[in-house]
């Protein structure tokens, strides 16, 4: 099985920046270490949750565009640990931000950690 585990959310003032940390671990996830599709999702208040930015083992990345140019993903080199750093935030990034792993039919995800930005 694997484990996700999120941290680093908070409240932030509009225009400021925040880091978000996903700890992955479990037997599952340290066997098949390269194959596994890394990737951000939030969902705010009565909203769908919708994908933030994914990285694929081989490095590709794909932004949302309404965080395209203000957020970046990244991996460790050891691929166990993903980020998110959150640049110029709006108050639109209000949201419960959820890591995500995926390799084939095989999906996982996070508790979730909440990002707040204040106007």
């Known amino acids: 099985q694997v484990q996700l585990v999120e941290s680093g959310g908070g409240l932030v003032q509009s225009g400021g920046s925040l880091r978000l940390s996903c700890a992955a671990s479990?037997?599952?996830?340290?066997?098949?270490?390269?194959?596994?599709?890394m990737a951000w999702y939030r969902q705010a208040p009565g909203s769908q949750r919708e994908l933030v930015a994914k990285?694929?083992?081989?490095?590709?990345?794909y932004y949302a565009d309404s965080v395209k140019g203000r957020f970046t993903i990244s991996r460790d080199r050891d691929k166990k640990m993903v980020y998110l750093q959150m640049n110029s935030l709006k108050p639109e990034d209000t949201a419960a931000y959820y890591c995500?792993?995926?390799?084939?039919?095989?999906?996982?995800w996070g508790q979730g950690t909440q990002v707040t930005v204040s106007s």
């Open positions: 479990g037997s599952s996830f340290s066997i098949y270490t390269m194959a596994w599709t």
């Open positions: 990285i694929s083992p081989d490095g590709r990345l």
């Open positions: 995500n792993a995926k390799r084939s039919i095989a999906e996982y």
